[in-house]
């Protein structure tokens, strides 16, 4: 790995079954992006005007109960629709097919002004105890092959609303990335006889170079292979497919792996970290998929500074994804970091 730490050299992603460009020679380059306090906006506990708040009128007319922990309802803007036509077409290249679903909203706190980096980890307990029940829920419908939970956090990613929430989008259909690592996860498990993701968690305890936090029940790590400058994804340190297999005790240890790496990437920049963060879990088709291991990733487009973000353009558009900042540099900064937000007292 010395060679590797110094000069361009290409990594394989083995869940995706491709490759990232690494160039650590260009980190060398004096560093010219700002770091600073970024401005903090101040927000209310609640907002009169933010249709996810509780006790509020949303967009459709319909009213958010008084809810004191978390709330789910059905996104009134859906990409998915359950009554979308199942018609198909082909001719020749040209191919396409209705594809159902629903899309709902988790609001993680009525409190307008918190993050989950901000949220004591037993209230984010609450919401990994409302994946579960959506998960399932969801998964049992006849009609529903996958379920993703996802949060977009920040202007940056495109979210239009601060309050604390993430939504979840119920298809037909496996996504593609979700297809990719079903293909990849079965294909090793059938030639080692064991789950990728658990051999890959193995290594990297052994060699504990990008391991940045892990109590009972899960490891957080910046991946051999990460493309975003910080990204980083959380293990279950058992072979868990699915998250409704975590025990009362796991669900804690997940809120407070997830408290630890957002309070992480916030003391960073000293802003309100953006990212997308998203779980993948095995298929809800009704097989058992003992290929999959449960496992989220967090993908943060920030660089250089909290105004400053990485963009996929050039190369990495038309060729392969490139990061300058190795894994092993990442995993050193976030170490380095405080366990208590920027914020606190």
């Known amino acids: 790995m010395s060679t590797f730490s110094d000069h361009p050299h290409r990594r394989y992603n083995p869940l995706q079954g491709e490759w990232v460009l690494v160039s650590p020679h260009r980190a060398k380059r004096p560093w010219q992006g700002q770091v600073e306090d970024a401005d903090v906006p101040e927000m209310p506990a609640h907002d009169p005007d933010c249709y996810l708040c509780a006790r509020n009128t949303r967009i459709n007319g319909k009213k958010n109960p008084d809810y004191s922990h978390t709330f789910v309802f059905d996104n009134d803007f859906a990409a998915l629709t359950e009554d979308a036509p199942q018609e198909s077409f082909r001719d ?41 029940e959506q998960y399932v829920e969801l998964g049992a419908r006849p009609d529903i092959g996958h379920v993703q939970i996802f949060e977009n956090r920040g202007a940056m990613m495109g979210c239009s609303n601060p309050h604390p929430h993430g939504q979840i ?117 009704g097989k058992d998929h003992d290929e999959w291991v449960m496992h ?37 900064r976030l170490r380095a970091l405080s366990d208590t937000h920027y914020l606190a007292g």
């Not at 940045?212 to 990460?226: H, I, K, M, S």
């Not at 943060?300 to 963009?311: D, E, G, H, I, M």
Request: glycine content about 4%; hydrophobic content about 40%; charged content about 20%.
């Open 296 to 332: 989220a990733h967090f993908y943060p487009p920030l660089l250089r500074s909290a105004t400053v973000k990485k963009f996929m353009v050039g190369f990495e558009l038309l060729g392969t994804p490139q990061r300058d900042l190795t894994p092993e540099q990442a995993a050193d």
């Open 169 to 285: 989008w119920a298809s037909r259909n496996l996504p593609n990335a979700a297809e990719r690592e079903t293909q990849t996860q079965t294909a090793y498990f059938e030639q080692h006889g064991t789950p990728l993701l658990m051999a890959y968690l193995k290594q990297e305890q052994a060699l504990g170079e990008r391991i940045l936090f892990e109590n009972d029940g899960f490891v957080v790590l910046v991946p051999y292979w990460a493309v975003w400058p910080f990204e980083t994804m959380v293990l279950p340190k058992r072979h868990i497919r699915s998250m409704e297999e975590m025990t009362a005790s796991e669900r804690t240890d997940l809120a407070e792996a997830l408290s630890h790496i957002t309070i992480r990437y916030d003391n960073l920049f000293s802003t309100s970290f953006p990212y997308s963060m998203g779980f993948h879990q095995r298929p809800t088709d």
């Open 92 to 132: 020749g290249l040209l191919m396409a097919e209705g594809e159902s679903g629903l899309c709902r909203v988790i609001c993680f706190s009525p409190r307008h002004d918190l993050t989950l980096a901000r949220m004591e980890v037993s209230d984010i307990a609450r919401v990994v105890d409302t994946w579960v």
